[in-house]
C-alpha cells in the first residue's frame, strides 16, 4: 500500500495536458471523425496524495472501442469513456512530481495512465501501476516490451494459453490474429511448450512474418479462404486441440467444427464483433458436448495479482532470444485516431504504440 503525505514547501505545479476524446459514443466501425485532441489543465498539490506522469509511450487496444459504446458489458470489468473526456488506457511514462513516497521524481512507471500528455493518479492497490528499473526511459527498446510482451499483452498470452488452456507437447494450436500483439506472442508461447502452431492473419506478409520470424509452424491469409471450416480441415487434419480466439464470429464457428475431442477454446476476443453486432459467433453447440469442448472467456485482470510472475517468465525469455515482441510504433497525441482505427482494418503488426516523447 502507498504511503502517502504532504510535502511541505513544495509547491502547487500546473501543466497543460492535451488528451484524445471522443466526440459521442461509437457504435459501429470507427473513423478518425470520431475523436479529439483537447487541451486541459492539470494540478498536481503536495497535499493530494497523487502522482504527476508525463506519459513516454501510449497504447492502442481493441477493447477500447466497446468502453466507447453506449452500452457495452465492457462497461462492467474497464469502465465506459465519457464522450468529452479524458480515457484511461495503458502507457508508460516519467513521474515529474509525487506526494507518496512509492513514487519519486524521476521514477519510469508503466500502468494505467491515459491517452494525453500527462497524468495525475492517485496510487491505491486497485490501480495496475509499477516501477521500472532506473534508466528505462533511456532504453527504447526495453520500455516497448513493458508495453507489449511485458505488459498486458503478454500477460493476457500467457494466462491464456498455460492457465486457460494448459498446452501439452504435440498438441495441435490455431491462433487468430496471430500477428496481433497478442496472437503473436501466443504463437511463439506454444512453441515452446513444444505445440505444433499454425495462425491466420489478414495479409501474405503477415503470412511471412510469423513463418520466418515468429517461428509458426505455418500460416495463412484468411482472406484467401472462401471457406474457413474446408481451410482449418485441411490446416489441422488431425484436428485442432487448442483455439486462441481474438476474431469471434465466423471464425469460431469454423474452428469448433475442426476441434478435438476435450479440446480447449480461449476467448480472448471478438474483433469481428466489435463493429458489427451480426457477425456475432452461433456456434454448434452438438460439437462442444460431443466433443466435450472447454470454452472459457477471460480478461488479463483476472490474472492480476500474479503479473509478477508472468512477467518474470516472458522477460527471461526475451533475455534468452526465445521471444521476440513485435511492436509498431506511430508518433505524436494526435496520431491517437488514426492508430485505433487501424486496428479494425487490420493495418497493425505486433503491438500499436504511440510515442510522445
Known amino acids: 500500500m502507498s504511503v502517502c503525505g504532504c510535502l511541505i514547501g513544495r509547491p502547487v505545479m500546473e501543466v497543460e495536458s492535451r488528451y484524445v476524446a471522443v466526440r459521442h ?3 459501429g466501425f470507427p473513423s478518425e471523425d470520431d475523436f479529439e485532441v483537447k487541451t486541459g489543465k492539470l494540478s498536481w498539490r503536495p ?4 502522482v504527476l506522469v508525463r506519459n513516454l509511450y501510449l497504447a492502442m487496444d481493441p477493447y477500447q472501442l466497446n468502453r466507447m459504446k453506449r ?28 506526494a507518496c513516497a512509492e513514487y519519486k521524481e524521476g521514477d519510469v512507471v508503466a500502468g494505467l495512465l491515459g491517452w494525453e500528455d500527462y497524468t495525475l493518479f492517485r496510487p491505491t492497490p486497485g490501480v495496475l501501476m509499477y516501477k521500472l528499473p532506473a534508466g528505462s526511459d533511456d532504453d527504447d527498446l526495453h520500455l516497448k516490451h513493458h508495453l507489449s510482451a511485458l505488459g498486458t499483452s503478454g500477460m493476457t498470452a500467457y494466462a491464456g494459453l498455460y492457465e486457460v488452456c494448459k498446452p501439452q507437447r504435440g498438441e495441435k494450436v490455431f491462433v487468430s490474429a496471430a500477428s496481433g500483439s497478442i496472437g503473436s506472442l501466443v504463437g511463439q508461447f506454444a512453441k515452446l511448450a513444444g505445440c505444433y502452431v499454425v495462425g491466420c492473419t489478414s495479409s501474405n506478409a503477415k503470412v511471412e512474418l510469423l513463418k520466418n520470424q515468429l517461428g509458426f509452424d505455418d500460416a495463412f491469409n484468411y482472406k484467401e479462404e472462401p471457406d474457413m471450416k474446408s481451410a482449418l480441415k ?3 487434419p488431425d484436428g485442432i486441440d487448442i483455439y486462441f480466439d481474438n476474431i469471434g464470429g465466423k471464425m469460431l464457428d469454423a474452428a469448433l467444427v475442426s476441434m478435438n475431442t476435450h479440446g480447449r477454446v480461449a476467448l480472448c476476443g471478438a474483433i469481428s464483433e466489435y463493429t458489427d453486432a451480426s457477425h ?18 477471460f480478461v488479463v485482470w ?7 510472475e508472468f512477467t518474470g517468465i516472458i522477460g527471461d525469455w526475451i533475455r534468452q ?24 482494418l487490420g493495418l497493425n503488426i505486433g503491438k500499436k504504440l504511440i510515442k510522445l516523447a
Open 25 to 27: 459514443h461509437v457504435e
Open 234 to 236: 485441411r490446416y489441422f
Open 280 to 297: 456475432r459467433a452461433a456456434p454448434d453447440l452438438l460439437e462442444v458436448i460431443y466433443k466435450r469442448i472447454a470454452i472459457r472467456g
Open 321 to 344: 532470444g526465445k521471444v521476440q515482441p513485435i511492436v509498431d510504433v506511430s508518433n505524436g497525441l494526435e496520431s491517437v485516431p488514426s492508430a485505433l482505427t487501424a486496428l479494425y
Open 302 to 308: 483476472d490474472f492480476l495479482t500474479r503479473f509478477n
Open 71 to 98: 452500452r457495452s458489458l465492457a462497461h462492467v470489468d474497464a469502465g465506459g469513456i465519457v464522450p468529452g473526456e479524458r480515457i484511461t488506457a495503458y502507457g508508460a511514462g516519467k513521474v515529474v512530481a509525487s
Open 47 to 50: 497535499e493530494s496524495g497523487e
